[in-house]
């Protein structure tokens, strides 16, 4: 099947970004219409090799984390699936995921709760005119309502050219009251996406975030998505066709987290990378290189919002940040897409993050 990044479970989506992430449906036997045939040696040979090499390519729990949902290690490995006698050698699913998460203490939950309505006040404060800009404002707004009266009453009298000057007058004191207020929007952006980010950042009850990687896809993901992700390789229409390592790909689903940072971060590129075009070690050596993995540690929590004073405005309005996907390396060239802040993505807590891998 084809590699699509989904979008599931979305609760909301800020500033119109999407989550995306790799999902395969399964072949059940009543799909095949011939009947079902039986992997050969090779397949399963080559089958438990490059799931072993995915498995053991998937980050360890972070230091403070735990693995949770249909999480993947050695004890519990995909199976070959079921193959119509139409598919072709190599016509199989290559792919493992880990699902993860960082659990709150009751007294964080209640810190949390407490800061979510704290930010939306400093929010509102924020964007709000300070008093003397909302006084030109609604003097502006009140010349423009006088205005379109005058339009009505001369269009009345049949006064058309005056209509159109007393129309013009208006629409210009309405622009002038919405200036005014998007000159003070962009002048104090730079805090408010801070409180936007640290908003998001206290999403949900804990961190949740999921790791994928697949093996021989039949499309590889496009440059620019919104989740940490790369690939590795070209793409493979006939899948694992002559039991060959084509294309790698990884992505890292979730909030944008540090849970979900300190997971791209763990991805070991270069070995995904070394696996394009060479034979796969064995299941045991995998293991072995598994068993070494060390666990990263996931940063700390932002610290709790003071609520006692609004955030001044800005100097000066700023323009919004370029963000250039990382990457590079060596031919095969990989792909790696970077996320541009955790402000413009939401997912309705763990559930979103199974979702992702249509689980």
Same mark, same amino acid.
């Given at each position: 099947?084809?590699?699509?990044?989904?979008?599931?479970?979305?609760?909301?989506?800020?500033?119109? =970004?999407?989550?995306?992430?790799?999902?395969?449906?399964?072949?059940?036997?009543?799909?095949?219409?011939?009947?079902?045939?039986?992997?050969?040696?090779?397949?399963?040979?080559?089958?438990?090799?490059?799931? #072993?090499?995915?498995? %053991?390519? =998937?980050?360890?729990?972070?230091?403070?984390?735990?693995?949770?949902?249909?999480?993947?290690?050695?004890?519990?490995?995909?199976?070959?699936?079921?193959?119509?006698?139409?598919?072709?050698?190599?016509?199989?699913?290559?792919?493992?995921?880990?699902?993860?998460?960082?659990?709150?203490? +009751?007294?964080?939950?209640?810190? @949390?709760?407490?800061?979510?309505?704290?930010?939306?006040?400093?929010?509102?404060?924020?964007? %709000?005119?300070?008093?003397?800009?909302?006084?030109?404002?609604?003097?502006?707004?009140?010349?423009?309502?006088?205005?379109?009266?005058?339009?009505?009453?001369?269009?009345? #009298?049949?006064?058309?050219?005056?209509?159109?000057?007393?129309?013009?007058?208006?629409?210009?004191?309405?622009?002038?009251?919405?200036?005014?207020?998007?000159?003070?929007?962009?002048?104090?952006?730079?805090?408010?996406?801070?409180?936007?980010?640290?908003?998001?950042?206290?999403?949900?009850?804990?961190?949740?975030?999921?790791?994928?990687?697949?093996?021989?896809?039949?499309?590889?993901?496009?440059?620019?998505?919104?989740?940490? +992700?790369?690939?590795?390789?070209?793409?493979?229409?006939?899948? +694992?066709?002559?039991?060959?390592?084509?294309?790698?790909?990884?992505?890292?689903?979730?909030?944008?987290?540090?849970?979900?940072?300190?997971?791209?971060?763990?991805?070991?590129?270069?070995?995904?990378?070394?696996?394009?075009? @060479?034979?796969?070690?064995?299941?045991?050596? +995998?293991? %072995?290189?598994?068993?070494?993995?060390?666990?990263?540690?996931?940063?700390?929590?932002?610290?709790?919002?003071?609520?006692?004073?609004?955030?001044?405005?800005?100097?000066?309005?700023?323009?919004?940040?370029?963000?250039?996907?990382?990457?590079?390396?060596?031919?095969?060239?990989?792909?790696?897409?970077?996320?541009?802040?955790?402000?413009?993505? #939401?997912?309705?807590?763990?559930? #979103?993050?199974?979702?992702?891998?249509?689980?």
């Amino acid at each position: 099947m084809n590699f699509k990044p989904l979008i599931c479970s979305l609760r909301r989506v800020a500033a119109g =970004l999407a989550f995306l992430v790799v999902c395969w449906p399964l072949v059940a036997a009543a799909d095949c219409v011939d009947g079902v045939r039986n992997p050969t040696p090779a397949e399963l040979e080559f089958h438990a090799r490059a799931v #072993a090499a995915l498995v %053991a390519a =998937l980050p360890p729990a972070p230091t403070g984390a735990r693995l949770t949902g249909n999480s993947i290690d050695f004890n519990r490995m995909p199976a070959i699936g079921v193959l119509c006698r139409g598919q072709k050698e190599g016509d199989f699913t290559l792919e493992a995921s880990r699902f993860y998460v960082v659990e709150l203490g +009751s007294d964080e939950i209640r810190r @949390r709760r407490t800061e979510r309505p704290a930010l939306a006040d400093q929010l509102y404060a924020l964007v %709000a005119l300070p008093p003397e800009l909302k006084a030109q404002r609604d003097a502006l707004e009140q010349k423009a309502s006088a205005g379109y009266s005058a339009t009505d009453a001369a269009r009345k #009298a049949g006064d058309l050219a005056g209509a159109r000057a007393r129309e013009a007058e208006a629409h210009g004191f309405s622009q002038q009251a919405r200036d005014l207020q998007k000159k003070h929007e962009e002048a104090v952006k730079p805090q408010a996406d801070e409180l936007r980010r640290r908003q998001q950042a206290l999403d949900g009850e804990g961190q949740n975030a999921a790791v994928r990687l697949a093996m021989n896809a039949t499309r590889l993901p496009e440059a620019g998505l919104m989740v940490p +992700s790369g690939s590795y390789g070209t793409a493979s229409p006939a899948r +694992s066709a002559g039991l060959k390592v084509r294309n790698v790909v990884w992505s890292v689903g979730g909030l944008d987290t540090p849970l979900r940072q300190a997971l791209a971060g763990a991805i070991d590129r270069e070995r995904l990378q070394a696996m394009v075009g @060479r034979p796969l070690p064995g299941a045991a050596e +995998s293991q %072995a290189v598994a068993a070494r993995a060390a666990p990263v540690s996931v940063a700390n929590q932002p610290p709790p919002v003071s609520v006692a004073t609004r955030p001044p405005p800005a100097p000066a309005a700023q323009g919004p940040a370029t963000v250039s996907p990382a990457g590079g390396g060596a031919a095969p060239a990989p792909v790696v897409n970077s996320p541009d802040g955790g402000a413009k993505q #939401a997912l309705d807590g763990f559930n #979103a993050v199974r979702g992702l891998f249509g689980r």
